[in-house]
Each structure stands twice: as structure tokens, then as C-alpha cells.
């Protein structure tokens, strides 16, 4: 903070709370984060339970889930995303208005899950769209994934407007809009975007038909 | 996939009106994200106004390949991913998957491990039903209300179910020839306690919405299957029961000790979405009756076949069929061993969510769009069933 | 109640004579025997299976298809397996099978939608994940993949598209990929993202 502390103080006690723009802007965005209804598999029962009655998401300020994804600010990916749905959720996520972020929750949106080995699982969303907050679990508790909106919360309140240091949506060339895959003859095309996500080996030169040789 | 319609092809359903008003239908894809599906599932509609012409389910957005999983891995290993096909019934998938090995190898099990068996796929049989018919009002708009009346009644089941198998939702519990864990006394005093406030909450429950005006408007004749048609089209479950198909497979196969247990099997006689509603309450009521005759009777011993070994597991070779009754409708399992025996060599599972969307068109042509949403949640699907 | 398994071979030889009729066991303690039919009596045997007084199995529980490739003394088959059940008179399973040829240009077998409709889903499935095909189906399409994808999955010889990620801690199958990648190394450089597109 810029001011004085002594004279915060002070003027706290005249009822005069002095805060710098970006902590009361990141304040305002943090305590009332949207989430999209989208639940694919079983963590999405999970999220039903955390904003039931007793675990409560909306004291967190996830009060509505909007249905649209025009009207949302977070799309929490419960459950494992296949490759049929992949661009679906690709989509969805384009659709959303900034700033918007990403919970990727439960094992199979973090890499795939117990169903890694599947031959319509996507590995992982975060393969195609950024993700903010991963939370391990399968699936994981509700007072995980509340957890999970306090992370958010504290990374949303981290942010800043200064320039340098501003995040994607103020960068007037950056595009908010990810490419969509398309449904491919024996996977998806392309398989991973790799401006998002670079998988560890780069395995793309070997094709399979080696593989099979060796 | 839906073809586009050309200029020659112009649905008039009512007739008289060729060349006064020229209308168009239209195609809309309902799904695979939507508020009022149950999982990711979509379908295809061809909507004339708002009345239904055609409507074809699509899924596979949730096709996992369980089946293919489960034949490179060994018997005991499929048992986490069988929670995780109807993954709000995970005891129920269980115990279908164990009676199925169970019937392969000839294991036979004890008395006090079927009785755990018993009280735990009643209690998931409450809890189906209670989030289902919450889901399916959730579906004609009344919010989230008897969702969260539901949930809460769920939250105690499940805080049993925590305790007995460390999970609150995929279990886990079943093994080949019993169960994992046994039920202690403060355990079986939980048990008892949600069961004697059961009826209560049913009552309450039951006030709101039974003779609701709104409910009853919009359930009342939507929806109806034929009897025949429901036999023809290999629907179990609540869904045939109330159309009146007299087939429940605790009485016909008398699985476990259902044979002595005294309960009644509710049947619906006109088959729209207001029997397949109640069907459910009253089916809840009647597993209320057996968890209370399980929960007096329950004997003590062990709770899993002492001759099974849990590593090393091997199944003679050959192939069979089994089945339990869900509270979804008939889930069977289809193994096929070979000589090596220690993974399946096909395994196959026969999911009633999947079979139950057959008559889906048939049920939804000629109401209106929003009709076909209620449906759908009529016949409770869930997708991870559907799709596996 | 179902009569043993001989019995109902002779009924089904009497009702469908010309068809070729074998009993396949299954594993001693289930009980379950099923009657292997030839793809041309296939629809004929159940359809007596389903009007017949004695049976009446007006219900169809499980389609599904098992796929056997051919081995050094014997050659390959894909086998389609019905469960009847029958709802009138409580009764069942009577299992019935028939095989047809691996290649997929040759793959059909007869379709028993026109009898049960529930078979209608379960039957697009096994041409999904087999590549068996129904004649007489009303809509033998794609189910559970998209419509583009070309594969069988569930055939014994598919293999997946090569999607080799790096494992902690990797074993049997995967273990065997790591090798042939080239080593255990864990990811070195920084994997930052750059943005969209």
C-alpha cells in the first residue's frame, strides 16, 4: 500500500477505509464467482453436494450456477472429459466472458483419471484450455473442491492491473478463444494444443506403426 | 443424424391447413450441455412449434471403455471401476459385479455378509430414489428445493456408508464372497436410526408433492408406455413397473436372501411420468419394510467365504450371466472366462439406463419440448451407466 | 420352467429343421449352457423361442458381442450372445449364440430388432465396438463413438493412437513404453504456457 499506515489506522476509526483500486476490484470479482452447471461424470454429483444445504458453496460467493456459459465466470470440468466431448467443452469455454477461469476437478479432468488408458479419454482438459486450479480426488470431498474456490479466490486476488504484469484479458491482441478440435478418423485433431500444454516427451515424430515394430 | 428438411418436405400436423400457413419444423440438438440432463447426454429433436416430431439420443460423450479396461485387468481390480458405472449407486453396481464372479466360480456366501448385502442396497435403493425424484422435479423447474430435501436425507445415508467402507461415494465394499468390512454396533445403530426416521421424511416429503397441482399437471398423461411395448423394448426397473410389467428380479431370481424377506412389488397401471414418480415413493417405502426385517435379523459370523483368496483369484473356464435389480432396473454382467482365468476375457456389461432410452422417442412424440425433458428425468438415467 | 438344455435342442431342430444346433457349456458352477445356431436359422430359432406357448420369451435382457481371433490351430470368430428372459411366465435365461467370420467385409449376422425392440441399442453397439453388422436393423449406426471414427475398439487387435505421456512411476505395459522412449528422465525443462494460440 502507498499510504501511511499509522494514517489508514486513523482514518479507519473516522470510518474511512482507504484500499487501492485493484484490491477492491479483485475483491468484488473474487466474492461472487459464477460457476457454469456442468458436471460430466461422477464429481459432478460431488458439486451437487457442495452446494447443497450442508456444505454450502454459496457462502462462498458461487451463489447461482448459471446454466449458460455466456452468464458464468467459472467452469468447474467435474468428471472425465472424452474425446467426443472434448470439443464440446473447448466451446464452452470460448464461449464464456472474461475474465473467466477453470477448476479442472477429480483425477480425470486433471490427466485422465483411472480411465487413462481409454481410447476415447481425453487426458486431462488442460490439454486444450488453461486451467487455474487442479484438485486431486477421485472423487474429491466437497470440502475439497471448497477449498479449491479459496485457492481461486486467493489467485484472483493476486492479480494485478498494473501494466506488466496484467493478465490475459487486458492484452488487446491476445485472443480469448482456444481452438476447437475436431473428430478425426482414429483421434482427435490435433490430439493436444500445444501452446496450453506440453506433454513431457515429445513423442509425435515416433508414429505407432515403430512402436509396433520394435 | 438428422437430415435437413428440403422445401418439398413441410410437416402438417393439422390437417386442413396445407397451403393456408406454410410452417417449417425445426432441429434442435437439446444436450450434451444442458441444465435439465442428467449427465452429458443429448438429443436430436425435431420440433414442430413446440410439439415433438422426432427425436433420436445421442451418447457416448461419457464412454469410457470400462469393458475393454476391465479385460486387462484381473477380476478384483474391475470392482473400483464397476462403482464408478452407476456412480450414484456404487453399492448396487457392486454387489452386481460380485454376484456375477460369484456365480461363475460357485462361492457361496455367508449369511451374515448377505444381510450386510441386503441393508446396504436398500439403503441405496432409499437413496436413488429420493435424488430422483428430486432431479425429476428439478427438471419441471421447481428449482432446487426437494433437490436439497433430497441431498440432505443422501448426506446421512452416505455418512454411513463413509464409515463403514471409507468412501463416501465409490465404496468399494463388495468382494467376491462377501463384503470387505463389518458392521459394528454404532455402525448398525446408524442404520437403524436413518430407517426409523425414514417414514417421517416420506411423509413430509409426500405432502408437497403428491397432490401438488403442478406436479400433477405436468406428470398426469405425459409420457405413457404400453405394457407391451415396455416388455418389447427390455425395460426394467421402476420405469416397467409402472407400466405394469410384474418383473422384479429380487422375486423372480430370489438373489441373496430377498427369497425370505416379505415385501411387496408396487406396479402402475397407466405408465405416464406421474406413476413412475410415485412407483418410486412407494418403492421406497417397501425397502424401508425389508431394512427393518434385515436389521432385526441379522445374524453374526463371518462376513466373507474363508476358502476365496482375495490375490490369486481364478475363475474355471467358460462364460455366464448375472444380475441384481438396481434401483435403476436390471444391471447384468456378462463374463466370459478363459483358461488362464485370472482376467476376464470378455466382460460385458448390460446397463438398464442405456436399454431404458430405447422407448425414449416413442414415449416423447406428440408432447411438447418441455414435456420430453421431464421424460427423460422420469426414466432416471445416469450416464455413466449409459455410456460406460 | 426351462426344460435342460437337450430338450430344448430337440424342440428348436423340430420347429427350425435344416438348423444346425450345437450346446456350449459354461462354467460348471452357473449353470447357464447356451445353443450355438447358424447365422441362416438365427432369426427362425428365436422367433420360436419367443411365440411358443412352452417359452414365451417376449424378453430380450443382453446383446453383446465377443470377438475370438484366430489362434494356431483354429481360426477367428466373433460371437454374438442373446439372454432371453421371459416376463409371463417368470422364467429364463435361455442364451442363444452364432458366429460369424472376423473380416469386416463378411462380419454380418441377422438382426433381432424386428422381434425385441431392446435390442436396437445394444445391437448398434456391437457394430460400434466390433464392426458387426445387422441385416435388418432399422438404424445400424455409430453409437457410443463419434460417426467420423473409423476403428473397432473392442477388437483384440485394435491398438489405440499413440498418446505416450510421461509416468512417475510406470509398470508392465507402460514400463515397456518408457523403455522404448527413450529412458525414465522426468521432464526437465519448464513447461510454461504461452498463451492462446
Known amino acids: ?145 471448497m477449498q479449491a474456490v479459496i485457492t481461486l479466490q486467493q489467485k484472483i486476488a493476486g492479480q494485478h492491473l498494473t501494466k506488466g504484469q496484467r493478465p490475459r484479458w487486458y492484452d488487446p491482441t491476445a485472443s480469448a478463444e482456444y481452438p476447437v478440435p475436431s473428430y478425426g478418423a482414429h483421434d482427435l485433431e490435433p490430439p493436444v494444443n500445444n501452446n496450453v500444454y506440453q506433454r513431457p516427451h515429445q513423442c509425435c515424430e515416433v508414429t505407432n506403426e515403430e512402436i509396433i515394430k520394435k | ?6 422445401d418439398e418436405k413441410r410437416y402438417a400436423l393439422t390437417p ?62 474391475s470392482m473400483p471401476y464397476t462403482d464408478r458405472l452407476d456412480y450414484f449407486n456404487s453399492m448396487a453396481n457392486n454387489w452386481a459385479y460380485a454376484i456375477s464372479v460369484e456365480k461363475l466360480a460357485g462361492i457361496k456366501v455367508p449369511e451374515r455378509a448377505e444381510y450386510i448385502r441386503v441393508i446396504v442396497a436398500e439403503l441405496t435403493r432409499l437413496l436413488n430414489h429420493t435424488v430422483a425424484i428430486g432431479f425429476l422435479l428439478n427438471d419441471m423447474g421447481a428449482w432446487f ?21 471409507g468412501s463416501r461415494m465409490m465404496c468399494n465394499y463388495f468382494r467376491f464372497g462377501g463384503v470387505r468390512v463389518d458392521f459394528d454396533e454404532k455402525m ?97 417405502r417397501e425397502a424401508i419394510k425389508i431394512l427393518q426385517q434385515a436389521l432385526r435379523d441379522i445374524p453374526s459370523g463371518p462376513i466373507i467365504a474363508p476358502e476365496v483368496k482375495l490375490r490369486g483369484f481364478k475363475v474355471p473356464v467358460g462364460d455366464g450371466y448375472g444380475r441384481v435389480e438396481t434401483p435403476k432396473g436390471e444391471l447384468g454382467f456378462y463374463l466370459v472366462a478363459d483358461e488362464t482365468g485370472k482376467m476376464p476375457y470378455r466382460y460385458h456389461v448390460r446397463p438398464p439406463s442405456f436399454i431404458n432410452l430405447t422407448l425414449l422417442e416413442d414415449m416423447c412424440l406428440g408432447h411438447k419440448v418441455a414435456d420430453a425433458v421431464v421424460i427423460l428425468g422420469s426414466i432416471d438415467i445416469i450416464l455413466g451407466e449409459v455410456d460406460r | 420352467m426351462i426344460p435342460a438344455i437337450e430338450q430344448l435342442r430337440e424342440a428348436v ?93 463378411q462380419c454380418e449376422v441377422p438382426s433381432l430388432t424386428p422381434l425385441w425392440r431392446g435390442c436396437e441399442f445394444q445391437e448398434r453397439e456391437a457394430y460400434d465396438l466390433f464392426g458387426i453388422r445387422f441385416t435388418g436393423h432399422p438404424d445400424l449406426r455409430r453409437i457410443l463413438m463419434w460417426d467420423e471414427f473409423t476403428d473397432h475398439p473392442m477388437r483384440k487387435d485394435y491398438r489405440p493412437p499413440l498418446d505416450y505421456e510421461w509416468e512417475p512411476t510406470p509398470h508392465g505395459e507402460t514400463l515397456a513404453r518408457t523403455k522404448q522412449m527413450g529412458g525414465l528422465t522426468p521432464p526437465s525443462a519448464s513447461m510454461e504456457k504461452v498463451g492462446a494460440k
Open chain 1, 1 to 145: 500500500m502507498a499510504i501511511d499506515e499509522k494514517l489508514a489506522l486513523e482514518l479507519q476509526k473516522h470510518g474511512i477505509a482507504v484500499v487501492p483500486v485493484e484490491w477492491l476490484y479483485n475483491w468484488g470479482r473474487r466474492s461472487s464467482i459464477w460457476p457454469m452447471q456442468f458436471g460430466l461424470a461422477c464429481c459432478a454429483i460431488e458439486m451437487i453436494a457442495a452446494a447443497t444445504a450442508r456444505y454450502d458453496l454459496a457462502r462462498f460467493g458461487a451463489e447461482v450456477f448459471r446454466a449458460t456459459p455466456r452468464q458464468a465466470d467459472l467452469m468447474i470440468v467435474a468428471g472425465t472429459v472424452t474425446k467426443k466431448m472434448a470439443p464440446q467443452v473447448v466451446r464452452l469455454y470460448n464461449q464464456m466472458a472474461e475474465p473467466k477461469y477453470v477448476i479442472a476437478m477429480g483425477a480425470c479432468a486433471i490427466s485422465g483419471g483411472p480411465f487413462k488408458d481409454g481410447y476415447n479419454v481425453l487426458k486431462g482438459i488442460d490439454r486444450y484450455i488453461p486451467v487455474d486450479v487442479h484438485i486431486p480426488g477421485c472423487p474429491p470431498r466437497p470440502e475439497a473442491l
Open chain 2, 1 to 6: 443424424m438428422i437430415q435437413p428438411l428440403t
Open chain 2, 16 to 77: 386442413g391447413t396445407e397451403g393456408m400457413i406454410q410452417t417449417q419444423t425445426l432441429e434442435i440438438s437439446i444436450g450434451p450441455q444442458h441444465p435439465s440432463t442428467h449427465g452429458v447426454f443429448r438429443m436430436d429433436v425435431v420440433l414442430d412449434g413446440e410439439v415433438v416430431v422426432k427425436l433420436k439420443p445421442v451418447m457416448g460423450y461419457l464412454h469410457r471403455n470400462h469393458e475393454q479396461l476391465a479385460e486387462k485387468m484381473t477380476w478384483l481390480d
Open chain 2, 145 to 165: 428445493t426437494p433437490t436439497l430435501y433430497a441431498f440432505r436425507e443422501r448426506e446421512k445415508i452416505i455418512d454411513l456408508f463413509e464409515a463403514v467402507s
Open chain 2, 188 to 284: 448398525l445403530a446408524m442404520a437403524l436410526e436413518i430407517v426409523e426416521r425414514y417414514p417421517q421424511f416420506l411423509d413430509e416429503f409426500e405432502k408437497l408433492l403428491t397432490e401438488n397441482e403442478v406436479l400433477l399437471a405436468r406428470t398426469q398423461r405425459i409420457g405413457i408406455l404400453p405394457m407391451e411395448q415396455a416388455i418389447n423394448g427390455s425395460i426394467t426397473g421402476p420405469v416397467a413397473r409402472a407400466s405394469g410389467v410384474d418383473y422384479d428380479i429380487r422375486k423372480v431370481d430370489k438373489y441373496g436372501i430377498y427369497g425370505r424377506l416379505d415385501f411387496r412389488v408396487p406396479l402402475g397401471q397407466v405408465g405416464d411420468t406421474y406413476d413412475r414418480y410415485y412407483i418410486r415413493i412407494l418403492e421406497m
Open chain 3, 13 to 105: 431342430l423340430v420347429a427350425a429343421p435344416g438348423a444346425s444346433v450345437e450346446i456350449v457349456a459354461s462354467t460348471p458352477a452357473a449353470q447357464q449352457p447356451s445353443l450355438l445356431v447358424n447365422r441362416e436359422h438365427l432369426f427362425a430359432v428365436a422367433k420360436f423361442f419367443k411365440e411358443d406357448a412352452r417359452f414365451q420369451m417376449d424378453f430380450c435382457s443382453c446383446v453383446t458381442g465377443v470377438d475370438y481371433p484366430a489362434k494356431a490351430d483354429k481360426p477367428g470368430f466373433i460371437e454374438v450372445v442373446y439372454h432371453l428372459y421371459s416376463v409371463a411366465q417368470k422364467h429364463g435365461p435361455i442364451i442363444l449364440k452364432v458366429r460369424a467370420p472376423r473380416e469386416l467385409a
